[in-house]
């Protein structure tokens, strides 16, 4: 008849084995009842490493200190529950942290300054922040802006039907819708006299053309050099209008093609002229 074992047999049985080898480690021997109800025998071995980390001599006897108050013969370190660990500072030593403190200044003070730049440009076709030269929709949105000089001279013409305002002053280029008495528009110039210089030196500019280059030839109306609008440096163009078709035509024959400064000129006229019927 066989005897049915009790709970301090199964004490016994559950308490690990544990043996020392000859290279320091140990095996560790237990048992255990799996799933199926089978006992498995389980054999770990185990190697205990020793980790000795040195730290400051003033460091350790703080460690030593004897706590007091509520502390009062409390165990070694921080208690969480009464004491709260604040933040880590690294310690850097040398000077190299002041170089890399300026550069992140700096840094920061850029971005700072081309965010502020960013906001206070506006884009006139799609109010966008960028230049309205550089607008990715500015081909397909010129067409559907109103143009300003149209609407002047609607409000002019507007101005002058309307009776009650009688009085009023009407710019002298309004009246009549911005029609002169020939029947052409104000906004069309007189460029029949203007010319296009073009293959300038970047170093020309408009006093350096009326009083080096073109005052020979007769009075100059307005001489306009042509520049980059982001950079303020010249594009090698510009336009001359002179008093006279004829003094025109005289800087025409002289110039075109002639050295200046290093370069050889183009010139031409700013429109191209019909040719005369005969």
Same mark, same amino acid.
């Given at each position: !008849?066989?005897?049915?074992?009790?709970?301090?047999?199964?004490?016994?049985?559950?308490?690990?084995?544990?043996?020392?080898?000859?290279?320091?480690? %140990?095996?560790?021997?237990?048992?255990?009842?799996?799933?199926? /109800?089978? %006992?498995? %025998?389980?054999?770990?071995?185990?190697?205990?490493?020793?980790?000795?980390?040195? *730290?400051?001599?003033?460091?350790?006897?703080?460690?030593?200190?004897?706590?007091?108050?509520?502390?009062?013969?409390? $165990?070694?370190? @921080?208690?969480?529950?009464?004491?709260?660990?604040?933040?880590?500072?690294? #310690?850097?030593? /040398?000077?190299?942290?002041?170089?890399?403190?300026?550069?992140?200044?700096?840094?920061?003070?850029?971005?700072? !300054?081309?965010?502020?730049?960013?906001?206070?440009?506006? &884009?006139?076709? &799609? %109010?966008?922040?960028?230049?309205?030269?550089? &607008?990715?929709?500015? +081909?397909?949105?010129?067409?559907?802006?109103?143009?300003?000089?149209?609407?002047?001279?609607? $409000? =002019?013409?507007?101005?002058?039907?309307?009776?009650?305002?009688? =009085?009023?002053?009407?710019?002298?280029?309004?009246?009549?819708?911005?029609?002169?008495?020939? /029947?052409?528009?104000?906004?069309?110039?007189?460029?029949?006299?203007?010319?296009?210089?073009?293959?300038?030196?970047?170093?020309?500019?408009?006093? !350096?053309?009326?009083?080096?280059?073109?005052?020979?030839?007769? @009075? #100059?109306?307005?001489?306009? *050099?042509?520049?980059?609008?982001?950079?303020?440096?010249?594009? =090698?163009?510009?336009? $001359?209008?002179?008093?006279?078709?004829?003094?025109?035509?005289?800087?025409? +024959?002289?110039?075109? =093609?002639?050295?200046?400064?290093?370069?050889?000129?183009?010139? /031409?006229?700013?429109?191209?002229?019909?040719?005369?019927?005969?």
């Amino acid at each position: !008849m066989s005897q049915q074992g009790t709970w301090a047999d199964d004490v016994v049985e559950n308490q690990p084995l544990i043996t020392t080898n000859e290279d320091g480690t %140990k095996t560790v021997i237990t048992y255990r009842i799996n799933e199926k /109800g089978q %006992k498995i %025998k389980v054999t770990q071995i185990v190697k205990e490493i020793i980790v000795k980390e040195s *730290v400051n001599k003033e460091v350790a006897k703080r460690k030593q200190w004897a706590k007091f108050g509520e502390e009062k013969n409390a $165990a070694p370190g @921080p208690d969480y529950r009464t004491t709260q660990v604040g933040e880590e500072v690294h #310690l850097r030593l /040398g000077t190299a942290w002041k170089t890399a403190e300026k550069e992140a200044e700096e840094k920061k003070a850029e971005e700072s !300054m081309l965010s502020a730049n960013t906001r206070a440009i506006t &884009c006139r076709y &799609c %109010k966008g922040q960028h230049f309205s030269s550089k &607008c990715p929709f500015k +081909d397909s949105l010129a067409s559907l802006e109103p143009d300003p000089m149209d609407e002047s001279s609607e $409000a =002019g013409a507007a101005a002058l039907a309307s009776p009650s305002a009688p =009085g009023k002053y009407v710019p002298r280029h309004l009246r009549n819708g911005g029609i002169s008495a020939s /029947g052409e528009s104000s906004r069309e110039r007189d460029d029949s006299s203007t010319l296009k210089i073009a293959n300038l030196n970047e170093m020309v500019d408009e006093d !350096m053309l009326r009083n080096q280059l073109l005052y020979p030839f007769g @009075p #100059l109306v307005r001489v306009n *050099v042509v520049r980059n609008r982001e950079t303020g440096r010249s594009r =090698g163009l510009a336009f $001359a209008q002179f008093a006279s078709e004829s003094s025109a035509q005289r800087a025409l +024959d002289a110039l075109d =093609g002639k050295g200046f400064h290093s370069l050889i000129l183009q010139v /031409g006229w700013s429109k191209p002229k019909k040719p005369q019927q005969q």
